[in-house]
């Protein structure tokens, strides 16, 4: 199969012919028809994450139809259109039969633990545990984005965050993660002030309904928000990941406001001091958010086939998998403005 390869962190980047991937017995493999490029993918190019081994193709929301089912498969069979999150639990962990499977002691992430989906076929393990079937209407460019970047965020708005009408929420990076939770929010009533060092960024999460957009490298950011707020936000969500974006979400929090961290910090990134004093000194909630289980899909594919939420909406550019390498390397200082997509047929 053709696939974006590297042999060494942070070294080039090519489209090359690997093996394809061998079916497992509770898995199943999958004709990827769309992929979504996102950060995580570049820290892991850059070597940030521990679980990657050399050589790697990595990539790790997608959608497709199904091309070989394993014998212990059940649920799914070839032909199916199908998607999954990026972490495939077991579901036989103690922490899977609590049912975290967000969590999971032995999770297998494409793009991560082993090859993953910017190529034309990808594993999906455990696939009756993991496997979400797209809704018809649905595209399935529309479903490779819901694996990693929509549902995190819809989780981390939603479950963690615990949005309710109203609420002032303060949305720290305007990516892919941060547009989504902007529009999430939205629509659950709340308030949003978007924050972002870039306009085209601002000026789309303005679209999406934030009632306001600030610069993130303005000084005067959290007084401002503090001040348009009444005092804090009660829900601030770092999607970006970083110690200056991290202190802003948190200083920007009224008191026993929740603090949502989905952005990764990687490199030497370290935890500033003043976040845990003021978590302690206002009472603040300090959660990470890490994706969402397949069992918690069907409450927002619900409000997503209902009309309340639009994630197609957020997909921006399209490419085919040649400019997939290019578009991968830039993403450390490319200016997002909503998904980008990977057809791996193209």
Request: include cysteine; hydrophobic fraction near 45%; aromatic fraction near 4%.
């Amino acid at each position: 199969m053709r696939a974006v390869y590297f042999e060494q962190f942070g070294g080039p980047l090519s489209v090359e012919d690997v093996p394809d991937p061998a079916c497992p017995p509770d898995g199943l493999v999958l004709r990827v028809e769309a992929t979504g490029l996102c950060r995580s993918d570049w820290h892991g190019w850059m070597g940030h994450d521990p679980d990657i081994a050399l050589p790697h193709v990595p990539g790790h929301e997608f959608a497709g139809t199904v091309a070989a089912v394993g014998a212990d498969v059940g649920r799914f069979r070839a032909g199916d259109r199908l998607t999954a999150p990026f972490v495939c639990a077991c579901g036989r962990c103690p922490t899977c039969l609590r049912g975290e499977h967000q969590v999971c002691d032995a999770q297998q992430q494409p793009g991560f633990t082993h090859w993953g989906s910017f190529a034309e076929y990808v594993v999906v393990d455990a696939a009756d545990v993991n496997g979400v079937a797209i809704p018809d209407g649905m595209s399935t460019e529309t479903a490779a984005g819901l694996g990693c970047r929509f549902a995190t965020a819809y989780r981390a708005v939603v479950g963690h965050g615990r949005v309710r009408a109203g609420d002032w929420v303060a949305v720290h990076g305007c990516g892919g993660v941060g547009l989504s939770a902007v529009m999430i929010a939205v629509a659950a009533g709340a308030r949003v002030v978007a924050v972002d060092p870039s306009e085209v960024a601002r000026d789309r999460a303005t679209s999406l309904g934030a009632a306001l957009a600030f610069d993130a490298s303005d000084p005067g950011l959290v007084a401002a928000v503090r001040e348009l707020t009444g005092g804090g936000a009660a829900v601030s969500i770092d999607a970006i990941g970083g110690a200056a974006s991290l202190a802003a979400s948190v200083a920007c929090l009224a008191k026993r406001g929740r603090h949502v961290q989905v952005g990764l910090l990687g490199g030497d990134a370290t935890v500033p001091a003043e976040v845990i004093s003021l978590a302690v000194a206002r009472e603040l909630e300090i959660v990470g958010s890490h994706g969402m289980a397949a069992h918690d899909y069907p409450g927002m594919l619900a409000r997503i086939a209902a009309g309340e939420l639009d994630p197609g909406s957020l997909v921006r550019h399209r490419i085919g998998l040649a400019d997939a390498p290019a578009a991968l390397a830039g993403l450390g200082t490319a200016v997002v403005d909503g998904m980008t997509i990977i057809d791996p047929t193209r």
